[in-house]
């Protein structure tokens, strides 16, 4: 059946590389289903880095540029990079597959009643509207008494009732039926994490927010009451006067928070009948009750809560003087905004990255039963190369640059050595698809319905293990991994602390980032780069505290606080480079230097791959281009030319290999290395 599938989709493919008149990174995603493309991929892939660079830069002064300055746009790239390219590729492919799978559901019954809903729930987004989802649709699919109580109704609100009755209502039970459909982080956070002393255990944590702003400005509340038409209810200046209560109360909020931002760093376990007697002001039973859909034994929930449980009893006190209309907008609002973040454009690759995104562990499960070719293959490679990395870092801890003691260095070597590889988000014992999606009751046509269904049952798969009886009895390993509340397909490669696992999802690992038959030199200066950066995650601060268990470990901490450790980072950010995220400079860095002394002892012993360039010279380049696209604002990692030049100045060999005259001013540290000595 996976042949017969495959071969239908060939044509199209063939057609799709036919159109493609130069080299670029686009060819190389289709080279991967061209036998002859294959057996030359090496050639490939060189002419496309050589097409991508901009030979008249000068390295040494701006390596990203040097590497990526002829890069331009094609049509998979829409607008971003080679990794929004591989995701729209992605996108196309699975559409084709998932409509055969469709017509093919009396062949395939195992999983039948699951596609039939994934398919269902694409079309009905692909079809609701133009390109831009009607957000007031939404609204429709909630009764307002479910929310604040009898006395509230949607119509109120879209008839231009604005008194409504907002006076008297317990503020705790809008915020546990909200949180169902992915609300969080008004008052306070709730999650679901594994317990610190014990990662075989889930547990619901309480956090205090960290003081970031809902809303950027007012302007951002009143831009969201008018996607939702509310403008349409309210005169301009009723519904101005009601973001200035709104954006009011934010104010007062963050002023509250600012008084506790140290006491997250303290958490406690309690049981729910615990936490009931210490913390009495607010109805916990019935809170954690409406998420679980029934009643809980307060025995048996566990919970991870802040040590000063203080902070509520004084939320408590402090929202008791507000408004108790602004309270119940300002949640509101903060809903409305949720459903905005997560809402998908209307076009089909977009529905189907929502899709998977909403059925991850479907839509994973059928890539990888249906499209993924070479798992095996790929498997062997990306084991051989971890070993590679681990056999690196463990020499790295050999020459104790830190001058750590015999138990912290035990420590470092017992989490390497427990440090795993997984192959794409799939638990290791595949469910009966149908069965773990039958709850699921979907509509033909109303994806506004459909996407608050999906959202409730991922919050539900998220909680069950957390929420039950006896957790600590459940297999966890056996469970599927979750993504809390996120909004996009995550298809970059990433490292699980809990799990001491690097794991790479499925779609990365085809071209133009990787494919088995590639010369090492490519595997290890792209992917190779990718895998040293997520395992020196492990070893950064916030790595550090997770033990080889998974738990938490006060040892990592005092690693963490080393003054040498601490001396190696603040290196990084020397001569004016300040960095978003210090982590991440650090996994650049690191990981670029771990994957380097792996490969590089054989580098030069192997067989000149191009004409113009060393190998060495080749091996920088590769790992330039993973960043080649058009530099768009950057979320958690600094700018991708940013990254590029500061990550190889560090590299001594780097300057070697391209002739870079040293300029070093009197103060300035030159390279810096952090677990190298």
Not at 58 to 78: I, L, Q
Not at 391 to 398: A, D, G, I, T, V
Request: glycine share 4%; aromatic share 14%; charged share 25%.
């Amino acid at each position: 059946m996976k042949y017969r599938i495959l071969n239908q989709l060939t044509f199209f493919i063939y057609v799709l590389f036919a159109t493609t008149g130069h080299a670029d990174r686009v060819s190389l995603i289709k080279c991967g289903k061209l036998p002859a493309c294959v057996e030359n991929i090496n050639v490939e892939t060189i002419q496309v880095m050589e097409e991508h660079m901009y030979n008249n830069t000068d390295p040494c002064g701006d390596f990203w540029d040097h590497a990526c300055g002829s890069w331009r746009e094609s049509p998979y790239y829409d607008h971003v990079d080679t990794i929004g390219a591989m995701t729209n590729y992605y996108a196309d492919r699975l559409i084709d597959l998932l409509e055969t799978l469709e017509k093919s559901h009396g062949e395939l019954r195992d999983i039948s009643g699951m596609t039939r809903k994934i398919w269902q729930y694409y079309e009905s987004c692909r079809t609701s509207g133009e390109y831009f989802l009607k957000m007031s649709k939404y609204l429709k699919e909630f009764k307002m008494k479910d929310i604040f109580g009898n006395n509230f109704k949607w119509g109120d609100l879209i008839d231009g009732v604005s008194d409504g009755g907002w006076h008297n209502f317990d503020w705790l039970q809008p915020l546990a039926y909200l949180r169902q459909f992915g609300l969080n982080g008004v008052f306070f956070k709730e999650s679901v994490n594994l317990a610190a002393n014990d990662s075989s255990v889930p547990v619901v944590e309480l956090k205090i927010p960290n003081g970031e702003k809902q809303f950027r400005n007012k302007y951002e509340i009143y831009e969201i009451f008018e996607e939702f038409e509310f403008n349409r209810a309210f005169a301009p200046n009723e519904l101005w006067k009601l973001t200035d209560s709104v954006y009011g109360l934010q104010r007062e909020l963050l002023a509250f928070y600012k008084i506790y931002e140290n006491t997250n760093n303290e958490m406690s376990s309690l049981t729910l009948q615990q936490l009931n007697r210490a913390e009495p002001s607010l109805n916990w039973q019935l809170y954690f009750d409406r998420l679980a859909g029934k009643p809980l034994d307060p025995k048996t929930l566990i919970l991870e809560v802040p040590s000063n449980l203080e902070y509520f009893q004084d939320l408590r006190n402090f929202l008791k003087q507000k408004d108790s209309s602004t309270i119940a907008w300002y949640i509101l609002v903060s809903f409305l905004k949720h459903l905005f973040s997560v809402k998908p454009l209307i076009s089909p690759r977009h529905c189907l990255l929502h899709t998977n995104v909403m059925f991850p562990l479907g839509v994973n499960y059928i890539y990888d039963r249906f499209l993924y070719e070479n798992r095996q293959q790929d498997e062997r490679v990306l084991q051989e190369i971890l070993a590679q990395l681990k056999q690196q870092f463990s020499l790295y801890l050999q020459e104790n640059k830190f001058q750590l003691s015999p138990t912290e260095l035990r420590y470092l070597e017992e989490k390497l050595n427990a440090v795993s590889l997984k192959i794409g988000n799939l638990p290791q014992h595949i469910p009966d698809l149908n069965d773990y999606h039958s709850g699921l009751q979907l509509s033909r046509d109303n994806f506004y319905y459909n996407h608050l269904q999906l959202l409730k049952f991922r919050f539900y798969q998220q909680h069950k293990a957390a929420l039950q009886e006896n957790p600590s009895h459940i297999p966890l390993p056996h469970l599927y991994y979750v993504n809390d509340d996120i909004a996009a397909l995550r298809n970059a490669p990433y490292f699980n602390h809990p799990r001491n696992e690097l794991v790479i999802p499925m779609v990365f690992l085809q071209l133009p980032f990787y494919h088995h038959r590639q010369h090492p030199l490519l595997q290890h200066s792209i992917l190779g780069w990718i895998m040293a950066h997520e395992l020196s995650h492990a070893f950064d601060p916030r790595g550090l505290k997770y033990d080889h268990h998974g738990n938490s470990n006060p040892m990592g901490q005092q690693i963490a606080q080393n003054p040498l450790f601490i001396d190696s980072l603040e290196c990084l950010t020397d001569n004016n480079s300040p960095t978003v995220s210090l982590n991440e400079r650090l996994a650049d860095v690191n990981g670029l230097q771990l994957i380097w002394d792996v490969y590089s002892p054989k580098i030069d012993k192997e067989k000149k791959l191009s004409s113009t360039f060393t190998n060495p010279q080749l091996f920088f380049l590769n790992f330039a281009q993973f960043f080649c696209g058009s530099l768009p604002p950057s979320h958690a990692h600094d700018l991708d030319n940013v990254r590029v030049r500061e990550t190889v100045q560090h590299i001594a060999d780097f300057k070697r290999i391209f002739k870079c005259k040293t300029k070093r001013d009197e103060g300035e540290r030159g390279e810096c290395r952090i677990w190298k000595r």
